[in-house]
């Protein structure tokens, strides 16, 4: 699914207006009539309505929806917010159409505002996705008043006072709605952590603009739904053997953390490898041959740490990280991997902080190298940010100098390409930020690696199927009791 900026949303709009062909009110009511369905399915109609419009297009939708609403037996109250003199035509239009029956209050000032119980459902239809300066004035205050009450607030597109695109500052006035229903495409707003509060939980409802459209406009940033992750997945063929499936090499471990690589080869093993191959220090391997009895394990002549580097001719893949350590002995190892890897590789953990603290070493790593870094790993390795749109943009030059795949690890996790595009991913939840989870993220990718996935390919659906499988254990287990193990007992597609 793609995400596109201000002006593309502008000119989807335009597009599909004039090539449907359609009116543009004809269009809104279409959109309206979308978030309706939505609501009426989450709030029963014996919940009383409040729509806060503003004189925009956005305004002019709550119009709409306040109509639909009242013909489908809500008790709806309509305030508009009189900050401009100036409204769209469409807002004009559907003010028209709201009858006798549905007088909507006006809002000249602060003491205007109502009282409201806290069994209404607010609506903020005050301003759209065009937005591009901080909300001040009446508008603010109309903000401050809705986010102070105990009711239930539902944006219409996107919060407002919420730049569709671009960072707000930290002083700005935005609503912090419950939910978040928006037409057609997710915005990028909605995915990064900083906008948490001011977008809630977020629905897409189709509101059918132009396909056409849509699929020859290029954009950088995509979400990886259902759908995109289930269509990059290869069948199995009947014939299929062992060897048909890869042969991964999981470098992990040292004295301690040796569950790091426990975690790793088991997702790598659930994730479909046909063979897996595990080094680890001496210490590791009883623990290894006990716990992991379908892998093969070699022994680095160091006990507590990895030293050397195994046998990598039958390779088809290779994943270095899980619980490394950091031993000057670690550091050459490591070297020694990117000069000789001769197949898809996979960095995580302490060999991501041995590259940040060893920074020549970043220009040995083989084309598309996939690093998965969480942010404090990302910084070590990029440097600090102000906010997350700059870290964002500072992964994708870092991709672009490197031509690596950078995994940004978190909520939505954002998978980096070289050539500058970003997918974010749907799936995951709170639960998965726990100790080991990103050991079991490397070693689904190590598999799909393996089993000659393209490396964007194996980095995305890894990622999806992370995410998916950490969900399933959350429905089994909880969020709160979920750990990393239970993550691995809930693999496959």
């Known amino acids: 699914m793609k995400i596109f900026n201000v002006e593309q949303i502008r000119a989807m709009d335009a597009y599909t207006i004039g090539h449907e062909p359609i009116a543009s009110i004809d269009l809104m009511e279409r959109a309206s009539q979308a978030f309706v369905r939505w609501f009426c399915n989450q709030y029963v109609n014996t919940r009383p309505i409040a729509v806060f419009c503003g004189k925009g297009n956005n305004g002019g939708d709550g119009l709409a929806i306040a109509r639909i609403l009242s013909g489908c037996g809500y008790d709806v109250q309509v305030f508009i917010v009189e900050y401009s003199m100036n409204a769209s035509d469409d807002f004009r239009l559907n003010l028209s159409r709201l009858g006798n029956h549905l007088t909507p209050r006006p809002i000249h000032s602060e003491s205007d505002l109502p009282q409201l119980s806290k069994q209404v459902v607010c609506i903020d239809a005050l301003l759209g996705s065009g937005l591009s300066r901080p909300v001040d004035g009446l508008l603010g205050l109309a903000i401050k008043y809705l986010n102070n009450l105990s009711c239930k607030l539902v944006s219409v597109d996107i919060a407002s006072g919420l730049y569709t695109d671009r960072p707000n500052s930290d002083s700005d006035t935005i609503i912090k709605p419950r939910y978040t229903v928006t037409f057609q495409l ?19 409802v189709d509101i059918g603009l132009n396909a056409d459209y849509i699929t020859n406009t290029s954009t950088p940033f995509h979400f990886t739904d259902k759908f995109e992750a289930e269509k990059r997945i290869k069948p199995r063929q009947k014939f299929s053997h062992k060897g048909t499936f890869g042969h991964a090499v999981l470098i992990a471990g040292s004295f301690g953390k040796i569950g790091a690589a426990v975690l790793s080869g088991k997702a790598c093993l659930r994730s479909g490898v046909g063979l897996l191959t595990m080094h680890v220090p001496a ?211």
């Open 186 to 204: 997710p915005k990028l707003a909605f995915l990064l952590p900083q906008n948490a509060e001011y977008v809630g939980e977020w629905h897409v």
């Open 283 to 493: 210490c590791g391997y009883e623990i290894m041959q006990i716990s992991i009895p379908e892998a093969m394990t070699t022994v680095d002549e160091a006990e507590k740490y990895i030293s050397k580097v195994p046998d990598l001719s039958s390779a088809t893949a290779i994943g270095i990280g899980p619980g490394l350590g950091q031993d000057n002995a670690t550091v050459k190892a490591l070297e020694k991997v990117l000069e000789q890897a001769k197949v898809p590789l996979i960095i995580d953990a302490d060999a991501l902080n041995i590259l940040s603290t060893n920074r020549q070493l970043l220009y040995k790593l083989p084309e598309n190298t996939i690093l998965t870094p969480h942010p404090k790993e990302f910084q070590r390795l990029a440097g600090e940010s102000s906010n997350e749109y700059e870290r964002l943009e500072k992964a994708r030059a870092f991709a672009a100098r490197y031509k690596v795949i950078i995994c940004l690890k978190g909520a939505n996790t954002a998978v980096v390409l070289p050539n500058g595009e970003v997918h974010f991913n749907s799936t995951g939840n709170p639960g998965m930020a726990t100790g080991g989870t990103g050991d079991v993220l490397t070693g689904i990718i190590t598999s799909l690696l393996a089993q000659k996935y393209t490396p964007a390919d194996a980095a995305i659906l890894g990622v999806y199927q992370h995410g998916l499988a950490g969900d399933r254990a959350a429905g089994a287990r909880g969020q709160t009791a979920l750990i990393a193990s239970d993550v691995v007992e809930h693999l496959g597609w």
